[in-house]
């Protein structure tokens, strides 16, 4: 008899660590199986000084016993599918923060674009022009925009016209087509952009990758036009980008950063300027985020990036426990180098001069010097 009791309780217990770990308080959790166990040995007793028999006694108690069971039977497969919606919420968020982004992305695009439209044929001051063009493009019809600035259809039409000619002629010709990419379609560009080079993909003869050739990549991939912007956007939000924290004038407020601007900095300023050649910093970033994305990369992947003073930036992603990577990344960047390039590096620098050897070093001098930053 004890031992059944023991046991029943036993299953109360392990009811109220389900419940537990399910909604994460321990006063609720405790309550629904506590109760049962109680309420049961509670009618045991009492059945008992009734004077029941012992079997009677025993199934009614443990007919108080199926609900706990019911319980511990269905929490697994409750907190199973409870996992499964917190995923898919998790997914759709993150889908709404890429499109956020791609909107306010798309919007500062036209802001700027804006500021140097003016349609030569409208009598109508930059100013209206400009507030026309933000009507249409935030969805609003002709006869809308008509109505509302007292503007005639056709200098409307004839505005619109010409904003677009003139945005297809800022956009170099590659389309402005905005677009939301598929968990699969992400997957699939990722695990490209991680795993091969332009060349291999057919997006370009380098061995690098830079916004222009991210965006052939997506374009031949979906078999559409794509703008640069989407792409730019989409490369921030993957992670293929240094973050902004890492830079150098985010921490250009340090002693020893601002010392070493006026200092070192200036040498190598002076020197690329003198030889014609090009500063680029070198950074390199932790690629851990990607791992969300897509499941065919590296086991300890990290991003090179080469960042010009302009912002152009050319990135390779490795495995971290491949020795020789920094000096494949080093070849790719010098063949397409058309001056000398002066190579900031902000970190590992020690660790990468000593991969790359002082006999290759001395061979490349001509092509790439390197510089250590604090």
Avoid at 69 to 74: D, N, R, S
Avoid at 316 to 334: H, K, M, S, W
Wanted: one cysteine or more.
């Amino acid at each position: 008899m004890l031992l059944l009791v023991a046991l029943s309780a036993a299953v109360g217990v392990i009811y109220a660590v389900f419940r537990l770990a399910k909604i994460q308080n321990i006063f609720w959790s405790l309550i629904p199986s506590g109760g049962v166990l109680f309420i049961s040995l509670l009618i045991l007793l009492i059945m008992k000084l009734a004077g029941a028999g012992w079997f009677s006694s025993l199934v009614t108690f443990y007919l108080f016993q199926i609900p706990v069971m019911a319980g511990v039977v269905a929490l697994p497969y409750m907190r199973l599918h409870r996992r499964i919606d917190v995923a898919a919420e998790n997914e759709k968020q993150n889908r709404l923060q890429v499109a956020r982004r791609i909107e306010a992305e798309r919007r500062r695009q036209l802001l700027e674009s804006l500021q140097g439209f003016c349609c030569a044929e409208s009598a109508m001051k930059p100013e209206g022009q400009r507030e026309i063009v933000l009507l249409s493009k935030n969805g609003k019809e002709v006869a809308e925009i008509v109505a509302a600035s007292g503007v005639s259809e056709e200098e409307v039409r004839m505005i619109l016209d010409s904003y677009e000619r003139y945005a297809s002629r800022l956009e170099g010709g590659d389309g402005t087509a905005d677009l939301i990419l598929t968990p699969e379609q992400e997957e699939d560009i990722v695990c490209r952009l991680i795993n091969s080079a332009p060349y291999e993909c057919g997006a370009g003869s380098n061995g690098l990758w830079d916004k222009s050739s991210a965006r052939e990549l997506v374009a031949t991939r979906l078999d559409s036009g794509v703008s640069t912007r989407i792409v730019a956007a989409y490369l921030r939000h993957w992670g293929f980008t240094v973050p902004q924290k890492q830079t150098i004038k985010a921490r250009s407020g340090d002693p020893l950063v601002k010392s070493w601007i006026v200092s070192d900095f200036e040498k190598i300023r002076k020197e690329a300027a003198k030889n014609q050649g090009e500063i680029i910093w070198i950074y390199t970033v932790p690629m851990e985020a990607v791992r969300e994305i897509s499941t065919y990369i590296p086991k300890n992947p990290v991003l090179i990036a080469a960042v010009t003073n302009d912002g152009a930036i050319r990135f390779r992603v490795y495995d971290e426990r491949r020795r020789d990577y920094f000096g494949d990344f080093v070849t790719a960047l010098l063949a397409s180098a058309d001056r000398k390039y002066y190579a900031v590096l902000n970190e590992r620098y020690d660790d990468y001069m000593s991969s790359i050897g002082r006999a290759k070093r001395r061979a490349l001098e001509e092509k790439i010097e390197f510089f250590d930053c604090v």
